[in-house]
């Protein structure tokens, strides 16, 4: 069975045992631990193996895991999380701006409020981001029909006096 595998079966087992804020208390606490040293030192690439992170933070291997699901689409290399070993060597090569986005996106203000990230990017360029994130979710219907086209049916009559009613 892959550790991805692992980690998805256990994150179901313990939300059931333990409920799902004791989940994310645990998780949250393990995630912030590991962005705060990775956002400490941002300017190196941090080479590790998921057995390597969990024992860097007294964590177990599927925790690890779960981090490494939680950064994949942050990482200018992805990996197929199916495929990793524990003892595998990851090169953890982050795109920080798609990170910082990321956890806009996911809510996770507890991560993108680390004192951390002031010397990664300036309050502006955070601002930008998280602009950027907002308007590319705005929908624009670009191709707006004026009351007197033609109507897109093919009738052949007017807009305002077909579909348009």
Not at 16 to 44: M, P, V
Not at 46 to 75: H, P, R, W, Y
Not at 79 to 84: M, S
């Amino acid at each position: 069975m892959s550790l991805y595998k692992q980690w998805t079966d256990m994150v179901v087992e313990y939300v059931k045992t333990n409920g799902e804020q004791a989940f994310w208390r645990e998780y949250g606490s393990i995630e912030k631990r590991i962005y705060t040293d990775l956002l400490s030192n941002h300017s190196t690439v941090t080479k590790v193996s998921l057995k390597g992170l969990a024992d860097k933070f007294e964590t177990t291997v599927e925790f690890a895991m779960g981090f490494l699901d939680g950064i994949n689409d942050s990482l200018k290399e992805q990996y197929d999380l199916e495929k990793i070993t524990a003892d595998e060597e990851l090169v953890l090569d982050i795109n920080y701006e798609e990170l910082y986005a990321n956890m806009i996106d996911a809510k996770a203000d507890y991560l993108y409020e680390l004192p951390q990230w002031e010397a990664i990017f300036s309050v502006e360029k955070r601002k930008q981001i998280e602009k950027e994130l907002k308007q590319s979710r705005i929908v624009r219907n670009e191709d707006k029909i004026g009351r007197n086209d033609p109507c897109p049916c093919g009738s052949g009559k007017k807009y305002k006096k077909c579909c348009g009613k």
